[in-house]
């Protein structure tokens, strides 16, 4: 589990720049050395998206199950702080692919 290195220079991508494209609908990360570009790989993105629809069925369970909470109170703020936590792991396991 690293983050991404670009393929021609080997220079670092940040964690910053892959978890802010991510919530950009997963934008194109351009390396700010050599000005590759890459694009996420559709099975990463799959992976992504399925924790994050199971995140939310779990928490839609334990809403239904606590009824004194409210979603558009403390269910939403859950909801919003389980994205983000899962998508803080994104950037260590997302494989991205240069783009032509
Ligand atoms: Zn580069």
């Given at each position: 589990?690293?983050?991404?290195?670009?393929?021609n220079?080997?220079?670092?991508?940040?964690?910053?720049?892959?978890?802010?494209?991510?919530?950009?609908?997963?934008?194109?990360?351009?390396?700010?050395?050599?000005?590759?570009?890459?694009?996420?790989?559709?099975?990463?993105?799959?992976?992504?998206?399925?924790?994050?629809?199971?995140?939310?069925?779990?928490?839609?369970?334990?809403?239904?199950?606590?009824?004194?909470i409210?979603?558009?109170?403390?269910?939403?703020?859950?909801?919003?702080?389980?994205?983000?936590?899962?998508?803080?792991f994104?950037?260590?396991?997302?494989?991205?692919?240069?783009?032509?």
């Amino acid at each position: 589990m690293a983050i991404k290195k670009c393929e021609n220079c080997r220079h670092q991508f940040k964690w910053s720049q892959i978890f802010g494209s991510i919530f950009a609908f997963h934008a194109l990360i351009k390396c700010n050395a050599c000005g590759q570009e890459y694009k996420v790989s559709s099975s990463s993105r799959l992976i992504h998206e399925l924790i994050v629809i199971a995140a939310i069925l779990m928490l839609s369970l334990f809403l239904s199950s606590n009824p004194q909470i409210s979603f558009w109170g403390t269910g939403f703020g859950i909801l919003i702080a389980i994205i983000i936590l899962i998508s803080s792991f994104f950037p260590f396991y997302a494989k991205y692919q240069p783009v032509e």
